[in-house]
């Protein structure tokens, strides 16, 4: 014991002081647990996920919501603050959002779904990426008109999205394509095919006979 | 004389990670100041069941006034500031209004964000920016330009990443794109998407959602 704590141990305010902090020590871990928590900022536990495959995992803090529509294959990394929405509309196929074997979502990544998110195997993303196949956030109140069409959004094995891109309803990226930092895909890219600008158009091409070509 | 160098010098590295916890200790103190939100009472209105969620930067929130029921999500940067000579800030923010994460608006004249809005995250909606005409000083020390109002008019939406810059009007119900750089007036229930952003739909009653102009 060191000289401090024994001098607080002696006397009548170092008995109330350690009577105080028993009592503390007793209670604080009920009151803390009696506080609500921000559940909200919690990942998912595995078991609520409509599939969560080995060595799957969301980091912290993250904003899910409808984690039974989102299915994770293996080795699927999800990194911090992202923000995944989940609310099927009639007749979506279910679960909405599947994430394919392998790929990764880096930090502060947005993925909207009332029709369906599909992310293929192998995908890699930078930050700030948004996925979205509806134009308002899942389960925000409705506005004074109807929204316009939801569309399903398909991002193909091995694409990578880079650092504030945006993928808009309906969308489908082929295979192995690049989409350019902070590119706003609004309409199909090609198997192999770099797409940069707002809104976004191919700069290059690649085929098996000519190679990289640019594009257009 | 060596035995009293090694003291000095003990004493000085010692003064200097004292110096170094100070500096961290103040760095994280402000840090934390900074990034509270100011109590509702110092704002020029602040309704019932409103909340800036922290962490936020607020900036002269007597040039604030935020309706009833609005919810500004965490990482907000209400930049309000008296810049330009002669002109008041004001920034006001409507009933039932939901910003999203990551906001940041900057408001040295006049912003409006009507009742029912509703924006995504990484907004940023600005009515002025740094002049750059000189070319000799850096832009940062330049002044603001004179600022042009901006209004988002009830029911509008702004998608991820938006941005509405000076002296733009975005109509009622109108849906601005992920991404989409705002320079000119959004007309009611259209949808404008591309920097800068171009109408691609509006809505008609009775037809729906119909391709520009349609």
């Known amino acids: 014991m060191t000289e401090r704590a024994e001098r607080a141990g002696r006397g009548r305010a170092g008995r109330a002081g350690a009577a105080v902090g028993r009592i503390g020590r007793v209670l604080c871990p009920r009151l803390l647990a009696a506080l609500p928590r921000p559940v909200a900022l919690d990942p998912p536990a595995p078991g609520d996920l409509a599939r969560c495959g080995p060595g799957s995992w969301i980091a912290a803090p993250a904003t899910i919501v409808g984690a039974e529509q989102v299915a994770l294959g293996t080795g699927v990394i999800v990194m911090e603050q992202a923000e995944i929405r989940a609310v099927p509309a009639a007749g979506a196929a279910e679960p909405l959002v599947v994430i394919g074997d392998g790929t990764r979502l880096a930090r502060f990544a947005t993925i909207w779904a009332t029709v369906g998110v599909e992310i293929g195997a192998g995908v890699g993303t930078s930050d700030a990426v948004a996925i979205i196949d509806c134009w308002r956030p899942p389960g925000a109140p409705a506005g004074a008109i109807p929204d316009p069409p939801a569309g399903r959004v398909v991002i193909g094995d091995g694409a990578y999205l880079g650092a504030g891109c945006v993928i808009g309803p309906g969308v489908v990226i082929g295979r192995s394509a690049y989409v350019g930092e902070g590119a706003v895909v609004t309409s199909d890219v090609a198997a192999h095919t770099v797409v940069y600008g707002n809104p976004a158009r191919p700069t290059r091409h690649w085929t098996a006979e000519a190679g990289w070509r640019a594009a257009g | 004389m060596a035995g009293g160098r090694v003291i000095s010098e003990r004493l000085h590295g010692l003064r200097e990670r004292l110096s170094n916890l100070e500096r ?29 969620v922290p962490p936020a930067r607020v900036s002269t929130p007597q040039a604030i006034s935020i309706g009833h029921h609005v919810v500004i999500h965490e990482h907000a940067w209400l930049s309000v500031v008296p810049a330009v000579e002669g002109v008041w800030p004001s920034l006001r923010i409507g009933d039932r209004c939901s910003i999203g994460r990551m906001c940041h608006i900057a408001c040295v004249g006049e912003v409006v964000i009507e009742d029912d809005v509703l924006t995504s995250d990484r907004v940023f909606i600005g009515d002025t920016y740094h002049g750059y005409e000189d070319p000799d000083r850096p832009v940062l020390e330049q002044p603001m330009v004179d600022p042009r109002p901006v209004r988002i008019s009830r029911g509008a939406f702004l998608g991820i990443g938006a941005i509405v810059l000076l002296g733009v009007t975005v109509g009622e119900s109108a849906y601005v794109g992920a991404g989409a750089v705002v320079t000119e007036d959004v007309p009611p229930r259209t949808l404008v998407l591309g920097n800068p952003a171009r109408p691609v739909r509006r809505y008609e009653p009775g037809r729906g959602w119909v391709a520009w102009p349609g």
């Open chain 2, 24 to 52: 961290s200790r103040r760095v994280a103190t402000a840090t934390v100041r900074n990034l509270t939100p100011p109590p509702p009472s110092a704002f020029a209105a602040f309704g019932d069941g409103s909340w800036i």
